[in-house]
């Protein structure tokens, strides 16, 4: 079974600028998230989708980060601009759905250098 | 508000000790889960366990095992007879009704041979 894809791996760019990461959850995983890590610490949940609806996006940055699922599969997540804050590792995780005894698979993460 | 503490940031043993991970919660819900996961240097995280509030007996897996005592708001995990390969940061994580999961700083464990 194929796990959670994400791309890029890394990025580096300035302040500012845009940036978009992608993500593919496992396949038939209904619910799927965002998770932002600074270095040294636990990740945080930036967005939870459940299919193509919005199920908590309490802690997302709404004045510039956005994302969208929009046929209930992959998933984009977009920063504009990015700020010195902002860079961290950004991980994608899919679950069967979103009941808490379903175990999230994590992605590889994509690490986003903002200078 | 919930809130997970890992109160040891760094441990570092040699192989062959034994080694345990703390890990205190706050919630305020009545139904919660709690996990453990595990982040090694490649960065994708692995889940190890999951345990739900209503279940407090201890687990043991092979080399881990995991003590949750409700009455301390506690969820340890510890490993037998460390490796090398255990070398990795560890995070503990609680989560709700919706699988919102809150999760701690995390310890990381260097295990020197």
């Known amino acids: 079974e194929a796990g959670v894809a994400q791309s890029p791996r890394y990025k580096i760019i300035e302040k500012r600028q845009s940036v978009a990461f992608w993500c593919n959850p496992i396949s038939g995983h209904a619910t799927l998230y965002w998770y932002q890590q600074i270095l040294g610490q636990g990740p945080k949940l930036l967005i939870q989708f459940q299919n193509n609806g919005v199920v908590d996006d309490s802690q997302l940055p709404k004045d510039r980060f956005s994302a969208e699922r929009l046929k209930g599969v992959d998933s984009t997540l977009k920063i504009q601009p990015a700020k010195l804050e902002d860079s961290a590792v950004y991980l994608c995780?899919?679950?069967?759905?979103?009941?808490?005894?379903?175990?999230?698979?994590f992605g590889p993460g994509t690490r986003l250098t903002v200078l | 508000a919930q809130k997970v503490t890992q109160a040891q940031t760094e441990i570092s043993v040699v192989e062959k000790e034994d080694v345990t991970l703390d890990c205190v919660y706050e919630?305020?819900?009545?139904?919660?889960?709690l996990f453990w996961y595990k982040q090694p240097p490649s960065g994708e995280l692995v889940f190890l366990i999951r345990r739900n509030s209503f279940d407090e007996q201890n687990e043991i897996s092979g080399r881990y095992s995991w003590n949750f005592q409700k009455s301390t708001s506690s969820f340890n995990f510890t490993i037998t007879a460390s490796q090398v390969v255990d070398s990795a940061v560890y995070f503990c994580?609680?989560?709700?009704?919706?699988?919102?999961?809150?999760f701690g700083t995390g310890t990381l464990l260097a295990v020197q041979p």
């Open positions: 995780a899919s679950s069967l759905d979103r009941l808490s005894y379903n175990e999230q698979f």
């Open positions: 919630t305020r819900d009545t139904t919660y889960y």
């Open positions: 994580a609680e989560g709700g009704a919706t699988n919102k999961l809150i």
